[in-house]
């Protein structure tokens, strides 16, 4: 597969929700609030993530993750356009930093389809440039000064809707910092547009080991034969692919859902790494479930499923300083000689103290 296909998919995009209802062949299209949401927010969606599209559309996933509606304008004091404090830590125009040893570098704003669940609906857009050569030079700058940084994320809005040129320049900057040992790219293009991972790109990868591939499949329909044959091309060169999917309201927010979802991945080499609670983004209150939603669904994947196939649960909260983790609680009581401990079919049972020895 060479760029001609992923290139075709990209310039007949949706770029409005009337395009995208007469792709679909809906009646009707106008409607004030998906006026005033694709206004406030970008809107495009490649045919082939539309194509997976099925009736009832307002019961499908997919169309739900695509279509602007009244949700996104919903108003409440603890939604921000920023709600994992990236502006403040970002000590050059397109990097972030925000956890000691890791940092964010934002390759590129715009993406092949605009999830309306986006936590970066602040960037994602085409509104901005690609990151220029003085805003890379000015990342890798600070990197070189800051060595304890051994980790950088390369995202976006979608870092792999850029050039290979562009993306092998990038890589090429970032490997000669002799501090960073690894690379993640964040992308969502295994899932709306997989024709994206040609041969041409994987060479590119493969000069620059290690490095890893993090994407966001939300639900099993998304996992296509074409969307596993390119995550499989990654896989074969050695670039090791994980999903962090979003846990999203009337989309995959059930336990089946959620363990067809893990399952299939698993079984097609794809690590199920995070299932994220939705974060409190301006434009994504429709989507976000009550944290007891993600619990649960948690302790009906334990027992079902290989620990490989189980993602960790967890949720970002504004001005706390990274991830919290979130389980099933398991123990009912701790004693002096014992626990009491349940499991997730609701047995109960006593776990003895260790023996004190002195
Ligand atoms: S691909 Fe990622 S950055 Fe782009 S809109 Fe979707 S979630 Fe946001």
């Known amino acids: ?65 695509c279509m602007p509606g009244a949700g996104e ?21 397109k990097l972030v930093h ?13 993406c092949a389809t605009y999830c309306r669940h986006c936590t970066r609906k602040r960037i994602s857009g085409e509104t901005l440039p ?27 809005g979608d870092p792999l809707l850029l050039s290979d040129e562009a993306i092998d320049r990038i890589l090429s900057a970032v490997t000669k910092v ?9 992308t969502r293009v295994l ?29 099993p329909r998304e996992l296509t034969p074409e969307a596993l044959s390119a995550a499989s091309m990654l896989i074969d060169a050695g670039i090791p692919v994980a999903n962090q999917f979003v846990l999203l309201k009337d989309v995959n927010d059930t336990p089946e859902c959620v363990e067809e979802l893990c399952r299939t991945l698993y079984h097609n080499r794809i690590r199920p790494y ?17 944290l007891s939603t993600g619990i649960n669904i948690m302790d009906y994947l334990r027992g079902r499923l290989s ?13 706390l300083s990274g991830k919290i983790e979130l389980l099933p609680n398991y123990i009912i009581e701790e004693k002096p000689n014992e626990t009491i401990l349940r499991d997730n079919r609701g047995r109960v049972t006593s776990y003895p103290s260790p023996i004190t020895t002195k």
Request: proline letters at 9%.
């Open 307 to 319: 620990g490989m196939a189980i993602p960790n649960f967890c949720v970002d909260i504004p001005g």
């Open 191 to 219: 899932v709306t547009l997989p024709m994206r991972i040609t041969p041409g790109l994987i060479n590119i990868f493969s000069k620059y080991k290690p490095i890893f591939v993090n994407t966001q499949f939300n639900h």
């Open 1 to 65: 597969m060479n760029d001609k296909a992923w290139k075709e998919q990209m310039a007949q995009r949706l770029t409005n929700a009337s395009a995208f209802a007469r792709f679909l062949g809906m009646d009707k299209t106008e409607d004030t609030a998906i006026a005033e949401a694709e206004k406030q927010f970008p809107m495009a969606v490649t045919p082939y993530y539309a194509s997976l599209i099925r009736k009832p559309y307002e019961k499908d996933p997919i169309f739900l993750q």
């Open 274 to 290: 995070y299932m994220f609670q939705c974060d409190l983004v301006r434009g994504v209150e429709h989507f976000r479930t009550p």
């Open 178 to 186: 002799k501090s960073i040992k690894a690379i993640r790219i964040a």
């Open 98 to 110: 925000r956890y000691p040893d890791r940092a964010l570098l934002l390759a590129c704003s715009e």
């Open 73 to 93: 304008l919903i108003e409440a004091t603890w939604l921000t356009n920023d709600p994992l404090g990236e502006l403040p830590c970002s000590p050059t125009p």
């Open 130 to 156: 690609p990151i220029s050569d003085e805003e890379l030079a000015a990342a890798i700058k600070y990197l070189e000064e800051h060595p304890e940084i051994d980790d950088l994320l390369i995202s976006g």
